[in-house]
Every structure is written in structure tokens, then in C-alpha cells.
């Protein structure tokens, strides 16, 4: 369940259907969910989102998506040093992949490697991808990435 101050994030399922809708015919989603889906950004808060005046947009609705899998609650990390935070797998692997997907658009030689930070079931995993990433010759090119991604991993 959500509270008005939480924060909805997109479900990978979530991007999935906003941007490859054709290929979830099955999965009927009203309109009025779809433009709440389409607002849920990872930085509006219920309250915010509600406050928007969409129709037929309540708390419910937030319930609602996060029911079919569309969004999830976004994890806040405390204000604690970096070595003692929780990081939270699928927000870590998530925020790596946006910077990655990002990154492929100016540089077609990562896409190989968004393949493999999806394919990334765990948080150890993720950080051993990520330090191979960073080894290797793309990852060299764009160091200027290194700092963020530790940062989204709490190191």
C-alpha cells in the first residue's frame, strides 16, 4: 500500500507497456491508468501525482498500478555514510540501466552491455558487472559514469 509521501517508480513491466505497447495487447489498461502510468516519473510523490487533477485519478488508482506490476514504491535511502547505506537491488539495477540506456544513445557499443546488467539477478552480481564494465574498453571511454554508479550502489 502506498502513502501520500511515497514515491511511485515505473516497473521495468511498467516502461515495457508504456513503450512497446503492441506487444501487450492482452494487458487492458485503461486510459485514465495509463496517463498515471505515463506521469510516474521516480521523483513525484502520490500526493503530487494526485494533485495533477488527472480524471478519475485517486489512491486507488496508485493501488491499482502497483497491483498489475506497473510501478513500485521507490526506496529512500537514509542519510547515513556511504558504507553503511542499503541499497536496494532492483532501484540500484534500475538507475544503472537508465544511465546505460542513456548512454547508448550516444554510444552504440554499450548496448551489449544493458543486455547484461538486465540479466543481473543479485546485488553482488551487479557490482562485479558493473566493475567489468568499467574495465573494459567502453567503460574506459566514459569514466565520468564510474563516481555515479558507485554512488547508486552506496560505495
Known amino acids: ?16 507497456l508504456i513503450h512497446e505497447p503492441q506487444n501487450f495487447k492482452q494487458t487492458q489498461l485503461d486510459v485514465y491508468l495509463r496517463r498515471l502510468l505515463i506521469f510516474v516519473d521516480g521523483e513525484t510523490s502520490v500526493q503530487q501525482l494526485i494533485d495533477k487533477g488527472l480524471p478519475q485519478v485517486d489512491l486507488d ?10 510501478i513500485a514504491r521507490k526506496q529512500t535511502v537514509l542519510s547515513v555514510p ?9 532501484s ?4 544503472i540501466l ?48 564510474q563516481a555515479q554508479c558507485y554512488q547508486l550502489l552506496g560505495e
Open 98 to 145: 537508465d544511465l546505460m540506456l542513456d548512454l547508448s544513445m550516444q554510444d552504440f557499443a554499450v548496448r551489449p552491455w544493458i543486455d547484461r546488467f538486465e540479466r543481473v539477478a543479485d546485488l553482488s552480481t551487479l557490482k562485479q558487472t558493473l566493475e567489468q564494465f568499467l574495465q573494459s574498453a567502453v567503460g574506459q571511454k566514459h569514466q565520468h559514469l
Open 61 to 70: 488508482s496508485i493501488h491499482r498500478l502497483a497491483q498489475l506490476g506497473l
Open 92 to 95: 540500484a539495477r534500475f538507475d
Open 1 to 16: 500500500m502506498f502513502a501520500m509521501d511515497d514515491i511511485p517508480l515505473k516497473t521495468e513491466f511498467g516502461l515495457l
Open 82 to 90: 556511504a558504507s553503511r547505506r542499503v541499497v536496494d537491488f532492483a
